[in-house]
């Protein structure tokens, strides 16, 4: 599966990989907070806060192409 998150008020794209989910697993990167911090907690488009309540996650399912 894959994630995306985007900045809820400019659509900015603040992540696109693997799902974070299992990248924490994998521990490759601590959790979505982090990925945030490292924006230093604020789109740098638009300024707007980021928090897992101001932007939107998606998470994708890869599509199986069976017969
Ligand atoms: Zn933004």
Redesign the pocket.
Same mark, same amino acid.
């Given at each position: 599966m894959s994630e995306k998150i985007n !900045?809820d008020?400019?659509d900015?794209l603040l992540y696109f990989g693997e799902e974070i989910k299992r990248r924490l697993y994998m521990r490759a990167i601590p959790d979505e907070a982090a990925v945030l911090a490292s924006y230093g907690g604020a789109?740098p488009? !638009?300024g707007?806060p980021l928090s897992a309540d101001t932007v939107k996650v998606e998470i994708r399912r890869r599509r199986t192409h069976g017969s």
């Open positions: !900045c008020n400019c900015m789109c488009r !638009c707007h």
